[in-house]
């Protein structure tokens, strides 16, 4: 493909993106990365002005590119961590589940989105969020200029649980070991937690997550940003909820940039 039809398919997709994104209601989006991207060369030149990233229409927004997302894991990868789970019956939720959700992403993933627990699409799919709410998710990563794939997505709970409820407190503490050990192979730079039971699991006491979110926490030293489950932003589609989980992401973002400066 020659680089005019290359750069017309870059822009069409962007455009796409952006509309989507704009039907979602945002309309800004954050600064792009410092990561060389081509379209960003052509855009105007950033002017360094006090709150321009917070003001930037979505019409003028470059197209994201994703920065590296990736880092070195540890010891235990994941597909023993997997191979060790097999066929789980640790807890109740091995009798009502089609499958095991286990997780996926890129397994150097630099940032981890943790839910509570797979929903009805997840169970009959075998992937985690890809109902309505995991579409949601991934317009909020890409909103930040990163890619789904390149990020890890996991829940506390691998199976789903009976109507949609939350997991409960031994189901949660069965499973939660393996989310531990998921983290710990993936050891990224931050976590991000969705929503209440995710994030009171992590943090080991219980949340309010309207009080806790958008506050840094840390899990085993690994920085941790609670914000609004997908879930609920689809319940509670207000402007405030929605411009609370774009902060959020904007924030995770600027820290693991930071951390790459380093
Ligand atoms: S929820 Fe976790 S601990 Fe319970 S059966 Fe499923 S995989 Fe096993």
């Not at 945002?26 to 030149?45: F, G, H, T």
């Not at 709970?157 to 993936?186: D, H, I, T, W, Y």
């Not at 929503?195 to 840094?216: N, Y």
Request: aromatic letters at 6%; proline letters at 7%.
């Amino acid at each position: 493909m020659s680089e005019p039809d290359q750069r017309d398919r870059a822009i069409r997709s962007a455009r796409r993106l952006l509309s989507d994104l704009a039907a979602d209601g945002i309309d800004y989006l954050p600064k792009p990365s410092r990561v060389a991207a081509p379209l960003e060369q052509e855009s105007k030149p950033d002017t360094g002005e006090a709150g321009e990233e917070r003001g930037r229409k979505i019409e003028r927004a470059a197209v994201p590119i994703e920065p590296s997302l990736f880092t070195a894991s540890s010891n235990e990868s994941l597909d023993d961590i997997r191979a060790h789970l097999g066929d789980c019956t640790r807890c109740r939720l091995s009798e009502g589940r089609t499958q095991i959700v286990f997780g996926e992403g890129h397994p150097e993933a630099r940032v981890v989105f943790v839910g509570e627990g797979p929903g009805a699409e997840e169970d009959r799919t075998g992937r985690p969020f890809v109902g309505r709410a995991g579409e949601l998710l991934t317009k909020i990563i890409a909103s930040v200029g990163w890619k789904r794939e390149d990020v890890y997505i996991c829940n506390v709970v691998k199976c789903r649980p009976p109507g949609n409820r939350e997991p409960q407190m031994e189901e949660v503490a069965a499973c939660r070991p393996f989310l531990e050990r998921q983290l710990r192979s993936l050891r990224p730079r931050v976590i991000v937690t969705l929503g209440r039971p995710a994030s009171q699991t992590l943090l080991g006491r219980s949340v309010a997550i309207t009080k806790v979110r958008g506050i840094w926490q840390e899990w085993e030293g690994i920085p941790l940003m609670p914000t609004f489950h997908p879930a609920y932003l689809l319940r509670s589609y207000t402007r405030e909820t929605r411009q609370a989980v774009w902060d959020d992401l904007r924030a995770v973002r600027a820290r693991v940039e930071e951390d790459s400066d380093a």
